[in-house]
């Protein structure tokens, strides 16, 4: 259960075996988490998380096998979290696969790009938003990004995913109001996670503690909106001022 502060003791992690989501299990292992299911694709990646969870003071720690780019089996994916977690205080979302210039032109990518960031995700949401009015509440917590807001050149394949996914998480957020589930959108400028391995920093790069602890935050504070760092709410707000032949030659 939930305490006061929106600190949960069971947590369901879609992407379990993300450097991000591992920072946030450890942040809430400080606090009271217990138990974590960590949803993933690969073992050896899944035994090392699952290994950092119980270092951490994760007491209970499960795993489950999923590949994001069976978008018709996300539904089952969540429903045997749920059934190896029994009560779910919390859901994160912390699938997602990066595109790139070099691979913008291969529809293969883009089908697991689409599918890993946006299908997958939205599919897995509906069921856990489902599963947890069921239970009478709970919290679902979405890594969206900065990248979802101004679309770039660089990884617009992924920009336009994490952008259906920003606004999908905003509507689900909307239709829960009242229900019991609160979903928590937090927006991320650029971490060095293995994600971004070999990307330069830009401009409202933030760190995995950043993240976790603004995780944290947002949950004692029940925000809609999470921006890591905060300043990026305003510098989105410019950005969407400037016109796309200046947005174009922006050196990132
Ligand atoms: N790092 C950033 O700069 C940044 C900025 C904004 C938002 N985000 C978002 O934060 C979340 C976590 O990213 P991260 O930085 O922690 O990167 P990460 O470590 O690469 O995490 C991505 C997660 O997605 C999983 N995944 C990718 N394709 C999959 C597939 N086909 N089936 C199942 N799982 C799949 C990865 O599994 P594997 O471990 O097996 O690859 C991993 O668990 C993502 O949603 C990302 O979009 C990241």
Sequence with gaps: MLDASGRPESAVVL?????????????????????????????????LASRAASDAGVAHVTTVHFDARDVAGAAGVVDE?????????????????????RDELDPARTAEVVAATYSWPAVALTRAAARMREQG??????????????????NFVYGSAKSGLDAFSIGLAEALRGTGVVVHVVRLGRV???????????????????????????????????????????AL????????????????
């Design 81 to 101: 979290c749920f059934a190896a977690a029994g009560a779910v205080d919390l859901v994160l979302l912390a699938v997602g696969v990066l595109s790139h210039q």
């Design 15 to 47: 992407g379990g075996t993300s450097d991000l989501a591992g920072a946030v299990v450890r942040a809430l292992a400080r606090r009271r988490l217990r138990a974590v299911v960590l949803a993933g694709r690969d073992e050896e990646r899944l035994a």
């Design 237 to 252: 707000a410019v950005a969407h001022l400037i016109p796309q032949p200046v947005w174009r030659r922006l050196p990132f």
């Design 137 to 154: 509440g709970g919290r679902i917590v979405v890594l969206s990004s900065l990248a979802a807001l101004r679309v770039r050149r660089t």
């Design 192 to 234: 060095a996670t293995k994600m971004t391995e070999g990307l330069p920093l830009v401009p409202m790069s933030t760190t995995p503690g950043s993240v976790a602890d603004a995780v944290v935050a947002g949950l004692a504070s029940g925000a809609t909106v999470v921006w890591v760092p905060p300043i990026a709410r305003w």
